[in-house]
């Protein structure tokens, strides 16, 4: 499974972007993906997550309220909307993709959010 990040770019505080992420695996409708990021210099932390039908999805409280994690099953492709864009929500973005009870076994490469204020 190979999956492809991309949207990212430069944005001004209080802006807005929408990354995609396209998988090329043949279960991605049955799978839960999720969008991660890591900050230079700080670990990997955990965004958003979605289930196979796009019900329930989970945000990490930083970006509870701002970001919108949604899911085309028929384009194998998963987005994250950002908007209400803040400087801490600098880092590079990746999407990883896992069956419903394994763990994150798929990563993409990401793509760089940098917001500047």
């Known amino acids: 499974v190979q999956l492809q990040a991309s949207g990212g770019g430069l944005a001004q505080a209080g802006g807005s972007l929408r990354l995609s992420c396209a998988s090329s695996?043949?279960?991605?409708?049955?799978?839960?993906m999720g969008w991660f990021r890591q900050a230079p210099g700080k670990e990997r932390e955990f965004v958003a997550t979605i289930t196979w039908s796009g019900g329930s999805p989970v945000y990490a409280d930083s970006v509870k309220g701002r970001f919108t994690v949604s899911r085309d099953n028929a384009k194998n492709t998963v987005y994250l909307q950002m908007n209400a864009l803040k400087p801490e929500d600098t880092a590079v973005y990746l999407c990883?993709?896992?069956?419903?009870?394994?763990?994150?076994?798929?990563w993409g490469q990401g793509t760089q959010v940098t917001v500047s204020s």
């Open positions: 695996g043949r279960t991605f409708s049955r799978d839960t």
């Open positions: 990883a993709e896992k069956k419903v009870y394994g763990s994150w076994a798929y």
